[in-house]
């Protein structure tokens, strides 16, 4: 169901007025988790005045670690729903287990599934179950088939409703966090109709090379961006301080991507 072949046309996902997959590029923005609601309700305002159309934020964030900051849960489900609700933005957030499908579902217009649980089976049925849409990561050691059949799970389970995230692979190079697979977008793009987003944050881990990522992936042909975005980055609540944006970033880079996506 997730190639080509079966679907040649390109998948346009559209939500309260928003198509991904079509003309347009698409913007998500945002702080890697939500903390408090000053803090989503300022970035949220941040990202409609530069244009993007959804507010991201993590209210229940996968940690490597046990003791890190593990997200404020449902009320950051509440707080992001607000903020989104009164800026005229959507809102994607992550959701980790098949319980909290449900729950995620009813605050937020768009579902992620992170990159740690790309093969997470239970997970990718459960959201098959539902019309809400969908953004799967890529798994940071997974093979372009092994992510599409991630996707197949979510699809055969009746939910049409997938985007493909490419946020970067774990290679030997340590300079960055994770290696940019830029030729994934055009690869997926080929094998398969699904709309493309990337994360050129996560892609690399460092806030200096979030621009220049995030252009190549336009001129490769992504149809969406989700980018990390902090008032603070320094004192954000987890580690992706390093890799957010800071505001007047995100501005500028959205004013530069309306220059370039109409030469594309
Ligand atoms: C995130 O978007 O903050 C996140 C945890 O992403 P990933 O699953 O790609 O690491
Ligand atoms: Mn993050």
Same mark, same amino acid.
């Given at each position: 169901l997730?190639?080509?072949?079966?679907h040649?046309?390109?998948t346009?996902?559209?939500?309260k /007025?928003?198509?991904?997959?079509?003309?347009?590029?698409?913007?998500?923005g945002?702080?890697?988790?939500?903390?408090?609601p000053?803090q989503?309700?300022?970035?949220?305002?941040?990202?409609?005045?530069?244009?993007?159309? @959804?507010?991201?934020?993590?209210a229940?964030?996968?940690?490597?670690?046990p003791? !890190?900051?593990?997200?404020?849960?449902?009320?950051?489900?509440?707080m992001m729903?607000?903020?989104?609700?009164?800026?005229g933005l959507?809102?994607?957030?992550?959701?980790?287990t098949?319980? *909290?499908?449900d729950v995620?579902?009813?605050y937020?217009?768009?579902?992620?599934?992170?990159?740690?649980?790309?093969?997470?089976?239970d997970?990718?049925?459960?959201?098959?179950?539902?019309?809400?849409? @969908?953004?799967l990561?890529?798994?940071?050691?997974?093979? *372009?088939?092994?992510?599409?059949?991630?996707?197949? *799970?979510?699809l055969?389970?009746?939910?049409?409703n997938?985007?493909?995230c490419?946020?970067?692979?774990?290679?030997?190079?340590t *300079?960055?966090?994770?290696?940019l697979d830029?030729? =994934?977008?055009?690869?997926l793009?080929?094998?398969?109709?699904?709309?493309v987003?990337?994360?050129? !944050?996560?892609?690399?881990?460092?806030?200096e090379?979030?621009?220049?990522?995030?252009?190549?992936?336009?001129?490769?042909g992504?149809?969406?961006?989700?980018?990390?975005?902090?008032?603070?980055?320094?004192?954000?609540?987890t /580690?992706? /301080?390093?890799?957010?944006?800071?505001?007047?970033?995100?501005?500028?880079?959205?004013?530069?991507?309306?220059?370039? =996506?109409?030469?594309?």
């Amino acid at each position: 169901l997730a190639s080509r072949d079966f679907h040649p046309a390109d998948t346009v996902i559209s939500i309260k /007025g928003v198509e991904i997959g079509g003309e347009q590029l698409v913007v998500m923005g945002g702080p890697c988790a939500v903390e408090t609601p000053e803090q989503i309700d300022e970035i949220a305002r941040l990202v409609k005045a530069a244009g993007g159309q @959804v507010l991201r934020g993590g209210a229940f964030k996968p940690r490597t670690g046990p003791y !890190s900051f593990q997200g404020v849960g449902v009320e950051g489900l509440i707080m992001m729903a607000e903020a989104g609700k009164k800026h005229g933005l959507l809102t994607i957030t992550e959701v980790m287990t098949p319980e *909290y499908v449900d729950v995620c579902a009813q605050y937020a217009d768009i579902l992620q599934v992170g990159t740690r649980n790309m093969q997470n089976f239970d997970l990718l049925r459960k959201l098959g179950t539902i019309q809400t849409p @969908v953004l799967l990561k890529r798994g940071f050691s997974s093979t *372009y088939d092994e992510f599409l059949n991630a996707a197949e *799970y979510i699809l055969a389970g009746g939910n049409p409703n997938v985007m493909l995230c490419e946020r970067g692979i774990r290679t030997f190079e340590t *300079y960055t966090r994770n290696t940019l697979d830029l030729s =994934a977008i055009p690869v997926l793009k080929q094998l398969s109709h699904l709309p493309v987003i990337s994360d050129p !944050s996560h892609g690399t881990g460092r806030r200096e090379l979030v621009v220049p990522m995030t252009k190549a992936s336009v001129a490769a042909g992504a149809d969406g961006l989700i980018i990390e975005m902090h008032t603070d980055p320094d004192n954000s609540m987890t /580690g992706d /301080g390093v890799q957010s944006l800071f505001p007047d970033q995100f501005a500028h880079l959205l004013n530069d991507l309306e220059k370039l =996506a109409p030469l594309l």
